[in-house]
């Protein structure tokens, strides 16, 4: 049981909009910044967004973030079929003084 | 290019140790906080330990603690995970993460390619 929580799985059809939810508590996200990391089959997790909303470079615009209290959402508009992956959210978590990871989203491209 | 190359791992017997190094560069180690991250087959992820920038800071999950040991030598741009009391669930890809700030909790910005640890007997 993670300790912020994903939907297991998300689909859409290729330029659609899809959004992955991120619920936690006050001792994480309600406090700090999330994370997304997105990592595509058989490879190492890449940062997608840092600080609740902000792109590294080299990560296009259509990838977004916000948060809003204890929850948070990646959004990821005109989908493509190279979006397929999984996603994962995390904090930092004072209850625990640590890393907390949500489960993680399959994303399918239909 | 900022690079975090793993190595150590392997297959080990249940009740013993592995010692993972991962080799950082393109980057001021000294000023960045780094964390391992464990990825158990067809799982997600999951934080193991992390560590300040001048190494006088460490966390660890309860997961790992009491069996675990996370260092770092500032002066090689190297990072350690001496695992003892090794357990079948402890068998994962073991990724090492930078962090983006100086601190042990700081949430993390480039991944290695990561090395895997196999507990069996």
């Known amino acids: 049981q993670s300790v912020l929580t994903q939907p297991p799985s998300a689909s859409a059809t290729p330029g659609q909009r899809v959004t992955i939810s991120c619920s936690g508590g006050?001792?994480?996200?309600?406090?700090?910044?999330v994370y997304w990391y997105q990592q595509l089959p058989g490879t190492a997790p890449k940062l997608l967004i840092y600080?609740?909303?902000q792109r590294p470079s080299g990560v296009p615009d259509r990838f977004s973030g916000s948060k809003s209290g204890t929850s948070a959402s990646l959004a990821i508009s005109g989908l493509r079929s190279e979006d397929e992956a999984d996603y994962y959210c995390?904090?930092?978590?004072?209850?625990?003084?640590?890393?907390?990871f949500g489960g993680g989203t399959k994303l399918t491209v239909l | 290019e900022v690079q975090l190359l793993e190595s150590g791992g392997g297959l080990v017997q249940p009740g013993g140790s592995l010692r993972l190094s991962c080799a950082a560069s393109?980057?001021?180690?000294?000023?960045?906080?780094m964390s391992w991250v464990r990825q158990a087959p067809g799982k997600g992820l999951e934080w193991v330990s992390g560590?300040?920038?001048?190494?006088?800071?460490?966390y660890y999950a309860d997961s790992v603690k009491g069996r675990f040991t996370m260092s770092r030598d500032n002066s090689k741009n190297r990072l350690y995970l001496q695992m003892n009391s090794l357990r079948g669930e402890d068998t994962a890809i073991y990724y090492c993460?930078?962090?983006?700030?100086?601190?042990?909790?700081?949430?993390?910005?480039?991944w290695g390619q990561g090395t895997l640890v196999t507990v069996s007997s």
């Open positions: 993460a930078k962090g983006r700030e100086g601190t042990a909790g700081s949430l993390f910005d480039y």
């Open positions: 393109g980057f001021t180690f000294t000023s960045c906080g």
């Open positions: 560590i300040s920038g001048s190494g006088g800071t460490t």
């Open positions: 006050s001792s994480n996200i309600g406090t700090y910044y």
């Open positions: 600080a609740n909303n």
């Open positions: 995390a904090a930092w978590d004072d209850s625990l003084s640590g890393v907390v």
